[in-house]
């Protein structure tokens, strides 16, 4: 039942819209603040608070540099590198990613996968809610193919 918990924190068919279309590197330019709650299988919730600052390069690659602070854990930072391919694709890095991101767009959602330490795989749907200011964050954590972990968060832009 914990790890069936976990599954249901995916993709959402009810969060899926043709728009606002999400465009990252506009939405993530600037200062954000995510809040959320983390679930690990037989553990305990955690909350999670996200400050990033994102700027794109003269080269047009957005780089987010986030400050994540996970219930009582020591505070860490991650950076992302974005850059749109085109055809709603985009190359990423990210400090905690094992190897490259694949990342594509499709209407409202912004829909990532990668591994972690530890052979985990990752994987996020990000959806832009009318208004544009605010988008909604789905995380689900797998071992060995079997969730073990999920994150519902809210990533709002800050003026």
């Known amino acids: 039942m914990v790890i069936s918990s976990c599954a249901s924190i995916g993709p959402s068919a009810r969060l899926d819209a043709p728009a606002p279309v999400f465009a990252p590197l506009a ?4 200062h954000s603040v995510g809040e959320g709650v983390l679930r690990v ?3 305990h919730a955690r909350r999670v608070h996200v400050v990033s ?14 400050h994540v602070k996970e219930g009582s854990k020591p505070p860490r930072e991650r950076t992302w590198h974005m850059r ?3 055809g709603g694709r985009f190359a990423v890095s990210l400090s905690d990613a094992i190897g490259p991101v694949e990342a594509d767009v499709a209407g409202n959602r912004l829909h990532l996968r990668f591994r972690g330490k530890g052979g985990l795989g990752i994987e996020q749907w990000i959806y832009r809610q009318p208004g544009g200011d605010t988008a909604l964050n789905r995380m689900v954590v797998r071992k060995f193919g079997l969730p073990v972990a999920s994150l519902r968060e809210t990533i709002r832009q800050v003026p």
């Open 27 to 30: 939405f993530f330019t600037g």
């Open 41 to 43: 299988t037989l553990s």
């Open 53 to 66: 600052d994102g700027e794109v390069d003269p080269d047009g690659t957005l780089v987010l540099v986030q």
């Open 84 to 86: 749109e391919l085109g």
